[in-house]
């Protein structure tokens, strides 16, 4: 099986990374072969999605004493091989130039094609051993990466955090699988599938999942190691953990609450529906004030996990109502959403990772002018700019209006929560998309126009010719996802059947290329039709600046706002163009004060503006946990210094309260 083939390579490399690691040409060696292992699993997905034939299994004698390890490919798992291998295979070729230019990279290159086998083996995992074990190895690999330059202290803390929120989903999803496999003690899913679980296990299944997989995708306040640990890992593992594993942990939601538990109450959608929609405004507004590229594409992030969150809780409440259509055009939305944030933040990441490389800098106020001097990330990073921020014809702007006119119908639903909470989040779901135009508007206009703001920017250089044609590939895909969005959701259906029990409807009057899911009269688009009249239009433009322009060059002083002076300190920074919205939302939400010391006429001290930002997340959940922690170990620490008549004392008691226990179950 081609699946078991590139899974088995991507183990050896790391041995191979390990026992050849002090050779320069093993780092290339294993990214070509990482790159290999992902389009044979790319391959593979594309077999598999949508086979009539019935999904293939495999079982192999290893795992716990009781249970072999068993695999099967469904078509939610070829899927999902496709939205991992695509950006992996991408990634690993950026990485054989990129990864010359690490400090560290004999400690990233053997852990890389580990966590690359890590999440697809999640993927193909078919009973809950072999899902914990694989998630397991995806948290560790890519930790040990998080913590490559150990020498930063920030690393090191994101790291700490990192762990503990990857110990704490697993603790989740433990109790989690448990309760689905029920008393018998069978882990495998098809088992699963089978038992019935009553209203408590049930209620208790989903908030699990929640907190399990939801700690992994960073839905908020669960979100915490997230913009921490994707900025201090290597760009291209970035990429992956921003693009690519946050998905897997979406997948590992969709396998719960779609199929093994597969009857949640309405209830849950509506609350998994808000909690999307707050994800998505928060995630928006932390990555706005940011002033580090990096940071600000990890806070992107949250906002498009909440975006794909509203489409399952949309997904269930329809499920569970009867509107299987609905629910079909939810749940195909956030799939659509995955595969395109997918591709989309591993273009930003690797985009972001090759301006690190030119300049050393990832803070925007140190960068600027760098299209001229990069024009192939430039034009690259302004593509995915462009389709996060949901501007078609792009794949972003697809799924988010799927959402969209999901929304629009959420209110059917007779039940007041949904009547009531669907304009709510749809409000939100409006005010993110807006502010994440802001968001990238800002992030690209900082970097890349203008003039250099330091020496590093001003001596740029594009980067090698492998690097760019990694940007240049997922760049054209954010176009192809967009522009047959027909294609890609009757794909799509054969994903949702199984689990909603119905296909995605898509005009059968209009017909292709024009998408129109929920009536033939109004919300249609077709992104083909866009692709197509943009062309025409930018060739009609061409040809008349061509025929009717004039060819003499003429030269005039660029527009200088009425202030002759060339110094880049004079252009807007990253931090005054969110001043506006720190001021509106910041002052609130992130409790953002300003600090203006003016020096007195005659003094030579400088005038300093200083801005503080809170994160209430951290500060009023996270810190008081941790103190609380503190407090329960120095409690647990004086243990170790009692006296012997103490210890016989605890003895002593524990000893009568066992036999109490033990006499009152006796009496029922």
Known sequence: MLIAAALLALPL?????????????????????????ALALVSAGLEHLGNHWGPPTLVLPFGLPWLKAHFRVDNLSALFLLIVNVPAAAASAFAVGYSAHLRERRRVTPFYPLFLFGMNAVLVADDAFVFLVSWEFMSLSSWLMVL????????RQAAMVYLTMAVFGTFCLLPCFGLLAGGGGDYTFASMRLHSLGPLAGALVVLLALLGAGSKAGLVP??????????????????????????????????????????????WGAAIMVVGGITAVMGVLYAVMQDDLKKLLAYSTVENVGIVVIGLGLAIAFKDDGEKNLAAVALVAGLYHMGNHAVIKSLLFLGAGAVITATGERSLGRLGGLLKRMPWTGAAF????????ALPPLNGFVSEWLVLQSLFKGPAVPHWAMKFGVPVVGALLAL????????????????????????????????????R???????????????IPVTVTDSLSAVVTPLIGTSFAVSSDLGWPFLSPVSNTRGSYSGTVLVMIGLALFGIAILLVHRLGSRA???ADAWDCGTPDDDPSTQYTGQSFAQPLRRSFGATVFRARETVVMPQPGEETPARHRVSMTDPIWNGLYLRLARLVDAVAEQVNRMQYLTVRRYLLMMFCTLVFLLLVVAVRQQQ
């Open 553 to 555: 060059i003429r030269a």
């Open 469 to 483: 044609w990694s940007l240049a590939a997922l760049a054209a895909l954010c176009v192809i996802l967009g522009a």
């Open 222 to 267: 669960l979100h915490a190691w997230l913009p921490l640990a994707h900025p201090a890992a290597p760009s291209h593992v970035s990429a992956l953990m921003s693009g690519v594993m946050t998905k897997v942990a979406l997948y590992g939601l969709i396998r719960i609450l779609f199929d093994l538990h597969g009857h949640v109450g309405w209830q």
């Open 148 to 155: 490559a330059d150990h020498r930063r202290a920030e690393n």
């Open 13 to 37: 490399l790391s041995l191979f990374a390990i026992v050849a690691g002090r050779k320069d040409g093993t780092h290339s060696i294993v990214y070509a072969g990482a790159f290999l292992s």
């Open 382 to 389: 302004l593509m995915g700019a462009a389709a996060i921020s």
């Open 432 to 467: 993110a998309a807006a502010l994440a135009a802001t968001c990238f508007v800002r992030a690209f206009g900082i970097a890349f126009l203008g003039r250099p703001r330091s020496e590093d920017a001003a001596e740029a250089v594009d980067v090698s010719f492998g690097m």
